[in-house]
């Protein structure tokens, strides 16, 4: 079992930046691919980034590539997501996830954890 705990959400305005934390304690976080979701109001829940378990690959949506940056620390069982030049499009439920493999997907089906999500709201 892994449980995370995502932090870091809030309420900006529109060109601002927030970066998200996610907190995993139990089975060896290092082990898992990360990826980080989201789910604005009467949406699917849409693939924002994802990380490898070493951390030397990374994959965007093209919606936020360039703008955010996904990134972990093994040492402290955690991984983040810098967001710049927020858009109010970006307004959504930002969720961690954890797969049990060495590289994460854009899927959210194939994810084995999830967090609870934080709530970022992007003022226009």
């Known amino acids: 079992q892994l449980q995370l705990v995502e932090s870091g959400g809030g309420l900006v305005q529109t060109g601002g930046s927030l970066r998200l934390s996610c907190s995993a304690s139990?089975?060896?976080?290092?082990?898992?691919?990360m990826g980080w979701f989201r789910q604005a109001p009467g949406k699917e829940r849409e693939f924002v980034a994802t990380i490898s378990w070493g951390g030397g690959s990374t994959d965007y949506a093209d919606s936020v590539n360039g703008r955010f940056t996904i990134s972990r620390d093994n040492a402290k069982n955690s991984v983040y997501l810098q967001m710049n030049s927020l858009k109010p499009e970006d307004t959504a439920v930002y969720y961690c996830?954890?797969?049990?493999?060495?590289?994460?997907?854009?899927?959210?089906?194939?994810?084995?954890?999830w967090g609870q999500g934080t709530q970022v709201t992007v003022s226009s």
């Open positions: 139990g089975r060896a976080f290092s082990s898992y691919a």
């Open positions: 996830a954890a797969v049990d493999s060495p590289y994460g997907s854009s899927q959210y089906r194939e994810y084995d954890y």
